[in-house]
């Protein structure tokens, strides 16, 4: 087992990687870690050692191999509380059933492309946002957050994003910080009823985390960050 403590200030999700293959543990991580927001904080080869670091770490997700040396990794999340996405080469249907069963958020193939794990990180990220961002959710949010998580149009989406919606998401990742709708607007040089729009639209698909600070009115205000943003 190996572990990473240095994940960097803009890791918000942690992640373990459990593959009995040394090579493909790596490649794994380098996936994840070019991922804005994801740092693997652990790799392990057995199932002993990865609940060892899971145990250690306190992982946000696991991406779990299923045939390990000393088990299975479907034995391996059931019953933890941590988010897993499996990755193997088993193509059994009682495989699949049983990793969704045991609660993986995802089924990933081996060999699959780099893209296809990335895509599925980047929807685990939004549906984090959405469901992190309220301590409670209405039916609506509950079926928005399913829907990110499944990356319904989530590859279309991107393709077919506006420039100017585009240029909110630009002015954010280069501010590295929470802005407000006007802060936007002045930056990306649009209105500030145009700014909101666009805001509350990606903060909706989860593309953008949402803060409340209390300016010296009283009054709260919202503010937008970008994913992996602290």
Request: a neutral charge; glycine letters at 8%.
């Amino acid at each position: 087992m190996s572990t990473s403590k240095d994940t960097g200030p803009a890791v918000r999700f942690r992640v373990v990687v459990v593959d009995d293959d040394f090579h493909v543990a790596r490649l794994h991580t380098r996936i994840v870690e070019s991922v804005e927001g994801f740092g693997v904080v652990a790799t392990a080869g057995t199932a002993a050692q990865a609940a060892a670091a899971i145990e250690a770490e306190r992982p946000d997700l696991v991406l779990a191999d299923i045939y390990l040396p000393d088990g299975s990794g479907l034995d391996l999340i059931a019953g933890r509380d941590v988010d897993a996405i499996v990755l193997s080469a088993a193509v059994a249907t009682a495989a699949v059933r049983k990793a969704l069963q045991r609660g993986a958020f995802g089924y990933l193939i081996k060999p699959f492309a780099d893209d296809d794990l990335t895509e599925l990180l980047r929807a685990y990220g939004r549906y984090r946002n959405l469901v992190d961002s309220q301590a409670e959710l209405d039916q609506e949010a509950v079926d928005r957050a399913r829907r990110v998580l499944h990356g319904a149009g989530a590859r279309d989406g991107a393709s077919r994003r506006s420039p100017t919606e585009t240029a909110v998401l630009g002015a954010l990742a280069e501010a590295g910080a929470a802005l407000s709708a006007p802060m936007v607007a002045d930056r990306v040089g649009v209105s500030r009823a145009t700014a909101q729009r666009y805001l509350s639209a990606l903060a909706h698909q989860g593309h953008l985390v949402v803060e409340l600070r209390y300016g010296s009115t009283g009054r709260p205000e919202h503010r937008y960050r970008t994913a992996g943003r602290t």
